[in-house]
């Protein structure tokens, strides 16, 4: 749970500097990292709830761009559908009728946030398919030690 968070949080801290650096020269100022790193733990648990669920293995028996495909856009859309979850309650607790808070979602802007999401996923999935077809220590091997450790193995 710790690295996939970690990674999140890597690429959403990331994206919240490049929001404030760019509002700043509007002169608005915006600072949230702790949204980033919510997000990120938000995300993290349903990635291992996904997991858990055997959500998106349909095509792990195809070769890998396959797999890592399948899973950024199924993982995508699971969290954009948690994110319209997200939106219609906050609306409904702030009195709103369940219509009137469909109705002012806005869906541009999840759609915006969901394509970050996928091209997150891109290579986390990558990395954990690779890890799934040629074991966690000879990827660790490879990052870590180099392909010198490889030819031992």
């Known amino acids: 749970m710790a690295i996939v968070f970690l990674y999140l949080a890597f690429f959403f801290c990331a994206l919240a500097t490049y929001?404030?650096?760019l509002l700043q020269k509007f002169e608005i100022s915006y600072f949230n990292y702790a949204a980033a790193l919510?997000?990120?733990?938000?995300?993290?648990?349903?990635?291992?709830?996904g997991e858990a669920?055997?959500?998106?293995?349909?095509?792990e028996a195809k070769p890998l761009i396959y797999s890592v495909l399948y899973k950024a856009c199924m993982f995508g859309l699971l969290v954009f559908a948690f994110h319209v979850v997200e939106e219609v309650i906050k609306r409904l607790i702030h009195g709103q009728d369940f219509a009137g808070a469909f109705h002012?979602?806005?869906?541009?802007?999840?759609?915006?946030?969901s394509l970050v999401i996928?091209?997150?996923f891109l290579p986390?999935?990558?990395f954990r398919e690779l890890a799934r077809v040629i074991?966690?220590?000879?990827v660790r091997n490879?990052?870590?030690?180099g392909g010198a450790a490889l030819d031992a193995d």
């Open 118 to 120: 996928f091209c997150t």
């Open 38 to 49: 919510i997000n990120a733990l938000i995300i993290t648990k349903i990635i291992l709830i």
């Open 104 to 113: 002012q979602v806005r869906l541009d802007e999840l759609l915006a946030r």
């Open 135 to 138: 074991g966690n220590q000879k």
């Open 53 to 59: 669920l055997h959500f998106g293995t349909k095509h």
């Open 124 to 126: 986390f999935f990558a």
């Open 142 to 145: 490879l990052l870590l030690r």
């Open 19 to 21: 929001s404030t650096l």
